[in-house]
């Protein structure tokens, strides 16, 4: 008889794996059926916790078997796309929204944040505009602009070129 585990029970698996920043585990729950559904108390799933630890084996894996995982916001506000962004995950997000462009928008819980803002403001304003823009264009309503000019993770000389090419391509302050 061969062993089938409880779906269930990997869910709380996977989400173990996470918090602990284990990818071998999490991945081979992933491959027996289980999902990254499961949240803890802060409202946080398995991807959540790969992005805090910027485990990009474990979140392309996660992507691959169910990137709507990416869209759940935490208990604060924030996607595990979000995470990646303010942690500098920028490789992974410029490719992963070129497949799911709308996953830059904000959530409704919390329009203050995007991931296209957060991409923007850590120096990646030109994708926003060149890739995002013409395959999403509810992007130009998210809170880009505000969030570069609050950013500190780019010099002052190229917020304002990023600031200047976003105002031309119509975004709004």
Do not use: W
Request: glycine share 6%; hydrophobic share 45%; net charge negative.
């Amino acid at each position: 008889m061969m062993f089938v585990p409880d779906i269930n029970h990997l869910c709380d698996m996977i989400l173990a794996h996470g918090k602990n920043n284990d990818a071998t585990y999490a991945i081979t729950c992933i491959a027996y059926g289980g999902d990254a559904s499961c949240k803890d108390d802060d409202g946080r799933n398995a991807v959540h916790h790969f992005a805090i630890h910027g485990n990009m084996e474990a979140i392309q894996a996660l992507a691959d078997d169910d990137a709507s995982y990416f869209l759940v916001s935490d208990n604060f506000g924030k996607t595990p796309l979000l995470l990646l962004a303010e942690g500098g995950h920028t490789d992974f997000l410029i490719k992963f929204l070129k497949d799911y462009p709308s996953y830059g928008l904000s959530s409704s819980e919390y329009p203050q944040q995007s991931v296209a803002g957060a991409l923007a403001a850590h120096g990646h304003a030109q994708f926003v505009i060149d890739e995002l823009l013409p395959r999403c264009p509810e992007v130009l309503n998210e809170p880009v602009v505000a969030m570069v000019m609050a950013s500190e993770a780019i010099k002052p000389t190229d917020k304002i070129k990023a600031l200047r090419a976003l105002s031309l391509a119509g975004f709004k302050a």
